[in-house]
């Protein structure tokens, strides 16, 4: 079940991803267009529309992003607390429990992907804002062309 639900999950933050992607190039591609007709109160209002659904979708990757960095440090963190444990207790149940948790997440834990395809992590949205300014440099060359 929990599986399942992890799979789920994954999904949902993959197509999270790639949804704000899309959606941020037609929203550039809107914003060129209506930048290079007259200007009017419309086109105003239509831009500041485009640019708020760009934040809204940068704002709900940033939350699941933040949530999963926190993960990660508590991840780091029990592992920590782990070695330095280990070394102060006496109780060899303990030692075996600290031993194990080191060892298995030394071997087990990696960082989530979406689907194995994309890594989520703190650098997530600088990758995805390099790919994005990169697609938008080839629609102005095209809408300047």
Known sequence: MLQ????????TILLQIFDGFIHGLIYAQIFLELSLEITSSTNTVAQSFTFG??????????????????????IVEAERCCVMNLGSN???DLKKLY???????RSKFTKMSACGVITI???LPLRLSDQLAIYIVVLLQFAFH
Do not use: Q
């Open 53 to 74: 659904w760009v934040l809204k979708n940068i704002l709900v990757l940033s939350l699941c992003i933040k949530g999963c960095e926190e993960f990660y440090i508590a």
């Open 90 to 92: 006496r109780h060899p």
């Open 99 to 105: 031993k194990n948790v080191i060892r298995t997440n």
């Open 121 to 123: 992590d703190a650098t």
């Open 4 to 11: 399942c639900f992890c799979k789920l999950l994954f999904v």
